[in-house]
C-alpha cells in the first residue's frame, strides 16, 4: 500500500496559534491513517515577503517550495482575518508561483485539506478562499473542511482542546487527505499518459499572468 507523504501548512505569527493547534490534530490524523507527515509553521519559516520575478530567492523559500512539491497531499490551516485568510498564509501562498515550471506544475494532483480557526462563526469564509487558490494551483480540495468557530474558547496556549467532535472532525480530515492521496499514487501511471497530452498544450501562466504589479 504506498505511504504518501502529507505536509501540513498552517499557523500565524501570533505566539499561541489556534490554527496551527488545529493543523497539528489534523497532521497526526493524516498518520494514523499510514501517511509520512510534515509541519511547515509559518512562523517558524519566517518566509520574506513574495516578490515577482525574484532572481535569488532566500533559501528558506526553495526549501519550502521543494517540500511542497515533494508531497502527495497538504493540510492548510489559517486563521479567519477580517473576512479571508491572514496575509502571513498567503504570502505563502504566493511563493508556489515557483512551482511553475516543476514537473508536474504547481499543485498538479495533490490533495488538499482545508481548516480554517475563527474568532467568530464565519471560518468558512477562509475555507472559501483557500478553495479558490487550490482550483487555481491545479489541486484537489477533498469534499470535507473544518471551519472552526470561536477557537479561541477552543484550544488553550499550549493548543490543547477538549472538544471530541473538533479533534473528531480534524482527524478525519487528515485520513481523508492520505486516503486520498493513496488513490491518486495508485492510478497516477494510468493518468500520466492521459494527462501528458493535456498538459503539452497547456503552458503554465507567467508571473506577469499571474500578477499585475
Not at 3 to 21: F, I, M
Request: one cysteine or more.
Amino acid at each position: 500500500m504506498p505511504q504518501p507523504l502529507v505536509v501540513g501548512l498552517g499557523g500565524s505569527l501570533a505566539e499561541h496559534s489556534n490554527s496551527l493547534a488545529a493543523l497539528r490534530i489534523a497532521v497526526q490524523g493524516a498518520a494514523e491513517e499510514g501517511a509520512t507527515t510534515e509541519l511547515l509553521d509559518i512562523r517558524e519559516m519566517s518566509l520574506p515577503m513574495y516578490i515577482p520575478r525574484c532572481p535569488d530567492p532566500p533559501k528558506a523559500v526553495l526549501e519550502f517550495v521543494d517540500k511542497v512539491h515533494a508531497a502527495n497531499g497538504m493540510i492548510w490551516s489559517s486563521p479567519l482575518y477580517h473576512g479571508t485568510i491572514s496575509g502571513s498564509f498567503k504570502n505563502a501562498l504566493d511563493w508556489f508561483q515557483l512551482l511553475a515550471d516543476r514537473e508536474p506544475a504547481y499543485l498538479t494532483d495533490k490533495v488538499i485539506g482545508l481548516v480554517s480557526a475563527a474568532g467568530g462563526t464565519h471560518g468558512l469564509q477562509a475555507v472559501n478562499t483557500m478553495e479558490f487558490v487550490v482550483r487555481a494551483l491545479r489541486g484537489w480540495a477533498v469534499p470535507l473542511v473544518v471551519p472552526i468557530s470561536e477557537a479561541w474558547q477552543l484550544f488553550d496556549h499550549e493548543g490543547n482542546t477538549k472538544d471530541e467532535r473538533v479533534i473528531s472532525q480534524l482527524q478525519v480530515l487528515g485520513c481523508e487527505v492520505c486516503r486520498a492521496s493513496r488513490k491518486f499514487m495508485e492510478v497516477r501511471p494510468m493518468m500520466d499518459e492521459s494527462a501528458a497530452k493535456v498538459q503539452a498544450q497547456v503552458e503554465p501562466i507567467s508571473d506577469d499572468e499571474a500578477y499585475v504589479s
